[in-house]
Structures are given as C-alpha cells and as structure tokens.
C-alpha cells in the first residue's frame, strides 16, 4: 500500500460517507470524516427509514381501522406526537449503531461543515481547523428541489423533509410530483384517514419506470382511494382561509384544488454549498451535479464523489455501493463501478420493485428479446393472504436469453428484487432461474413462473 493513499477525508457522513469511511479503514486507511447532518445522512433522518416507519404504522392503522368498521366500532384517531416520538427513538438508534461502527474502525468523526481551502485541504467552518489529505470522498448527498412557483412559503406547504414533523393528519392533502417519494407519502397519509390527490406533470406516475408498471400502480393506488391527476402543472398555491387553494393546469383548463396540506415533492438536488468546488477546479455535469469518472474520481486527481451529489440513481444502496468502491479504488487502484443490477423499489402497498432494463431500453439494446409475466392472483402465497393485486415481469435479451430486466408489483417486492437483481448481476438465463428450485408457497415463486413464461412454459398459468 502506497504511503499516499493513506491518508483520506470522508465529506459527509450518509450512506455514501460513512461506509466509504469503514471501507476505508478496514483496507488500512487513516480516515477522518466530516458531517453536519447527522450521521447517517438523510436516508436515516430524512428519508428511507423514517418513512417506512410511518408507511409501517400506516398499513398496520389501515388493517386495524377495516377491522373496526367490520365490527361497527369507533376507532380512536391517530396520536401522531406519539407516532413521531416513536420514529424519532427508531432514527436515534440506528444513529448511534453508526456512531458506533465508526469508532469501532478507527475512524475520527468530526461534526462540522466542511469546504475545500486547496485541492488538498480542508477547512471546517464552525472551528476553522484545517485537515491536509492525499484523498478525498465527497459524499454530501442532496436536498428537495423547489418549484419557482408562488406560494411555496406558505404554512401548511411542505417537502418531504419538512412533512416528517407534521404534527396532524391533514383531512385533505395535495402531493406534487408522482415519483416514489411522492406516492409513498401519499399512500402514508392515505392510510392515516385523509384524502389524496397527487399532481403529476408528466404522462405517467413515476416517471422513468416501465410504462406498464407505472400503469398497473396507478390503477392500484387509484383502487385504494387516491386520486392522480398525470399530465398535469402546478400554477400556483394560495390562502384561501383556513385552506389552500391548489391551481394546477391539465390539458387545456385551470383545475383548482381546496386542501389543508399541500407536500411538494418534484425530486432531490445535489447539496454542494459550501464546498468551495469552483475554487479547486472540480467538474460539474449538465445537472448539477459532480462529474465523475467510472471510477468515480472528480476531474481534480484524487478528489472523489459519491452517492446523490454524483448524480445518477438517487439511492441510498447505490450511493452505498459508489463509497466503498471509491475506497477501494483509492487504496488498491482502478475498480470500474457497475450499475447494470442496481435495484429500486416504491414501498407503497402493494410495493414497487424494478432492476435493469425496462422493456423498452431492452427493445432498443438488443432488438429481440423475451418477455415473461406473472399475475400474483396465481400465486398461491398472494392468494392466502387475500395479496393479489399486481405481476411479476421478467425480460431477456433473445439469443441468449440471458436475464436483463426485471419488474415487481407485490406484496414484499422490495425483499424479491434481491433474486432478479442477483440474476442479472451473474448474467444469469431463464433457464438457469427456471431451473432453481423455489419453496412453496412463496412470493418468489412468481419470478420462477414469469421466467418460465418468457419461453411459453409457464406452469401455473394457461399458455396463450
């Protein structure tokens, strides 16, 4: 190991930094990082699992509610002060789990804001301590990207950082923007009893997802009681009283909305202020974002970026994945990163799961290809547990029929993506997938099926 590469400073302490960090020390790295909000960044606090806490409690609200209108008896409204002091201790703890496993690899946590002074140096702005280093990983993350649109400063209008404080159920909400942030949020507050109506300006829900799944969802959340208006702009927010007044244009009318909450959720944005990039020389993309390499190096030598500020996917397991590959790549060399089975998943209920190509970028790889599919109505698992709603989709490039796509809309997709991403990752058939036994009576029985449907096989289902 070269002396120079031993010395290395993590910005920003999230799930790209922070195991970027461990990664580090573990290939014998001195490691310093610096962090200002909060180890664990914003997918501990701000994201991932405060969300699917509150998506949790919400499904677990919904079931007990149905039960109590079966039986003709009041059901008791949510304690939401309650609900947010129990995610806030859920939060806390992972928090210190990571605290932890950084002190345990000998990496030195400083809590600051940190900019770059020169292309080797560091400056942390509350102390004015400088940290000389022969690499650095910035792994900053993003923020909620705003709309220029009036009345974003009004009470009662929200991100998706700000709504985790709310302090009620609003009766009837607005959400902007139908990506997974937004309709996990929508399907949260849903279940919690209010009223949804998701804005959505381009032609499908979650844009850039397979336009038969985006489909197959929006027919899903639609059957649950919210309501999505696609192909649709938000013009304008005012006070209207005690409400807020939503104006949206769809088509060729003005719409108007009367709501008590409105949540703006159009995406993330890189956070890069305070980094001092224009000073040293670094890179940026067309969308803002730090421009880097395969390996992930900025265009100033030994400079690195990772995870949301990177651009590319915003996930937390990809900004995860990009760490610890830029440790590697600065302490043993070149080691290209791959994002050919890089899995995404929605976790409203049912869940959302996709990893490789959709249908169409397959068409346009390979020309032909195989497309096998599975209705979770004929799996046996999904039927007992009175689950049925949704497919599972599994795409092959044809000579070979080599997995390359992959689409989930089930209960647990989120766990069941691990197969079809572990498929595409070992450039796997469907045969080889058709061939693996799978246990009954399981969900992942319908990737098996879908896979043997690609070649007019399928055993649970009639051939066409």
Avoid: W
Avoid at 9 to 20: D, E, L, M, Q, T
Avoid at 403 to 419: K, Q, R, T
Wanted: contains cysteine; glycine residues 10%.
């Amino acid at each position: 190991m070269s002396e120079h590469k031993k010395n290395i400073v993590i910005i920003g302490g999230g799930p790209g930094g922070y195991p970027a960090a461990i990664k580090a020390a573990q290939l014998g790295a001195s490691v310093t990082l610096v962090d200002r909000n909060g180890l664990g960044g914003t997918c501990l606090h701000r994201g991932c699992i405060p969300t699917k806490f509150l998506l949790k409690a919400a499904k677990e609200n919904d079931t007990i509610l149905k039960f109590f209108k079966k039986i003709d008896m009041p059901f008791p409204p949510v304690d939401v002060k309650t609900l947010m002091r129990q995610k806030a201790e859920v939060v806390g703890k992972l928090a210190s789990g990571t605290a932890m496993l950084l002190n345990k690899n000998g990496v030195r946590v400083i809590s600051g804001t940190a900019g770059f002074a020169d292309s080797k140096t560091i400056r942390v702005a509350e102390t004015g301590e400088t940290i000389g280093f022969s690499s650095a990983v910035i792994a900053t993350g993003s923020e909620s990207a705003a709309l220029a649109v009036e009345g974003m400063e009004l009470e009662g209008v929200y991100d998706s950082s700000g709504i985790l404080d709310i302090d009620h159920i609003p009766r009837n909400l607005a959400v902007i923007g139908g990506g997974y942030i937004g309709l996990e949020f929508a399907q949260i507050f849903q279940m919690f009893g209010a009223k949804v109506t998701v804005i959505e300006m381009m032609p499908h829900i979650m844009p850039g997802t397979d336009p038969e799944i985006s489909t197959a969802m929006q027919k899903i959340l639609n059957s649950h009681g919210i309501k999505i208006h696609t192909n649709a702009r938000l013009k304008r927010i005012q006070r209207n009283g005690s409400e807020l007044s939503v104006r949206y244009e769809a088509g060729q009318k003005e719409e108007t909305l009367s709501v008590d909450a409105v949540l703006v959720a159009v995406g993330r944005k890189p956070r890069i202020d305070g980094l001092n990039l224009d000073k040293i020389g670094v890179r940026m993309d067309a969308k803002g974002a730090i421009a880097v390499s395969q390996f992930l190096e900025t265009s100033v030598s030994g400079i690195y970026a990772v995870g949301d500020v990177a651009g590319g996917l915003m996930l937390a397991h990809k900004a995860t994945a990009e760490g610890e590959c830029a440790a590697v790549n600065i302490i043993e060399g070149p080691h290209e990163m791959s994002y050919a089975a890089v899995p995404s998943v929605m976790y409203t209920y049912p869940e959302m799961a996709a990893v490789g190509l959709t249908e169409e970028q397959a068409k346009e790889k390979y020309g032909e290809i195989l497309v096998g599919r599975f209705p979770m109505a004929a799996n046996g698992r999904a039927v007992l547990s009175g689950a049925q709603q949704g497919f599972v989709k599994v795409i092959a490039e044809m000579e070979t029929e080599i997995i390359v796509g992959a689409s989930f809309v089930c209960p647990e997709a989120g766990h069941l993506i691990g197969e079809a991403t572990m498929a595409i990752q070992m450039e796997a058939t469907l045969d080889e997938v058709a061939e693996t036994i799978h246990a009954h009576p399981t969900l992942s029985e319908a990737f098996r099926e879908a896979a043997l449907d690609a070649k007019g096989e399928a055993i649970h289902i009639p051939p066409c």
